[in-house]
C-alpha cells in the first residue's frame, strides 16, 4: 500500500511540474518547442548534423521583409511572408550555383532574384521535398510536372533544418519529407530528369562530374 501510494505521489508531484512549466512558456518558447517537435519527426536517427542542432534555436527568420526589394514585395503583396532566408541555387542546365533569396509565404514558396521572382511553389502543389542523410545542407524542392513549373528547385541552405521545418509546417507536408541515402533523381524539364549523388569527402563541394551528375560532398 505504501509504494502504491508514494507512485500515486510521484506522478501527481510530476503532473504540477509538467503544468508549472508550460504555464511559464512564453509564446515564443512554445512556437520553438511545436518546432523542434516536427524536425524531430522528420529528422531524428535520419540525417547527420541533426543532434547538434538541438541546443540551436530556430530564428522566426533569417532576413525581414525590409530587406527584400520592393518589387519584389509589391509581387506578392496580400501574401504574409512568414520566413526569409538566402540560399543557393542550382541551375538545371549545367548546376551552376547561383546566390538566390527563398521566400516562404503562407501558401507559397518563392526563389526570388534581387528584384524578380525566377519560381513560385504554390504549397497546394508541392510533390515532395529531399535531402540526403549527410550533413550537407541540400534540399531539393519537387514540383508538378507542367506547364507553370521550369522543373525541381535545388538549394543550399545553412540551416537546412531549420527551413526544411519551415517549410513544411507551412505547406503541411511534413508526412512528404524524403531523407535519402546514396542519391535521388529530381526533375530539370519536360519529361527530364537528372540524378544527385550524395558522397563523404575532405571537403565539403557540389559539383557535375564527368558523366553529368551533380555530386554533393
Avoid at 512558456?25 to 520553438?32: D, F, H, N, P, W
Amino acid at each position: 500500500f505504501f509504494m502504491q501510494t508514494s507512485e500515486c505521489i510521484k506522478k501527481i508531484c510530476m503532473r504540477n511540474l509538467v503544468r508549472k512549466y508550460c504555464r511559464g512558456l512564453t509564446a515564443e518558447r512554445k512556437v520553438q518547442l511545436q518546432q523542434k517537435v516536427v524536425t524531430s519527426a522528420v529528422f531524428s536517427g535520419k540525417k547527420e548534423g541533426y543532434l547538434e542542432s538541438l541546443s540551436q534555436p530556430f530564428l522566426e527568420t533569417r532576413l525581414k521583409e525590409n530587406d527584400l526589394n520592393p518589387k519584389v514585395l509589391q509581387l506578392i503583396r496580400g501574401e504574409n511572408i512568414k520566413y526569409v532566408t538566402p540560399v543557393i541555387k542550382y541551375d538545371r542546365n549545367g548546376f551552376k550555383a547561383r546566390e538566390r533569396l527563398l521566400v516562404l509565404t503562407q501558401s507559397s514558396a518563392y526563389v526570388v532574384e534581387m528584384a524578380k521572382i525566377k519560381q513560385k511553389i504554390e504549397y497546394s502543389t508541392l510533390k515532395g521535398i529531399s535531402t540526403s542523410n549527410l550533413s550537407d545542407g541540400i534540399v531539393v524542392i519537387h514540383v508538378p510536372e507542367d506547364n507553370k513549373q521550369k522543373g525541381d528547385v535545388v538549394l543550399q541552405c545553412e540551416h537546412i533544418f531549420e527551413t526544411v521545418t519551415k517549410l513544411c509546417i507551412l505547406a503541411n507536408k511534413q508526412s512528404l519529407v524524403k531523407v535519402v541515402k546514396g542519391s535521388l533523381r529530381f526533375r530539370v524539364g519536360s519529361g527530364k530528369e537528372a540524378t544527385m549523388v550524395f558522397s563523404v569527402g575532405p571537403e565539403p563541394q557540389v559539383f557535375k562530374d564527368k558523366t553529368g551528375q551533380l555530386t554533393v560532398v
